[in-house]
């Protein structure tokens, strides 16, 4: 039954800070990606990936 490990979960505003850009072009980019830049969008899929965010984050599936 091993650990008690602590889990960060990724919230958009780390998106944003990792990514260099506001959690309202975030949004937009997961949201509505044909409102924002191509690079905006680029920006913020790399960003997701490296901070582990999911959409699904926020909500509790147990």
Not at 49 to 61: E, F, L, W
């Amino acid at each position: 039954m091993g650990h008690n490990q602590e889990t960060t979960v990724a919230t958009m505003k780390d998106v944003a800070k990792h990514a260099g850009i506001s959690t309202a072009t975030v949004s937009r980019a997961l949201m509505n990606p044909g409102k924002v830049s191509e690079a905006a969008r680029y920006k913020v899929e790399q960003a997701v990936i490296a901070v582990g965010y999911s959409s699904h984050s926020m909500t509790n599936s147990s």
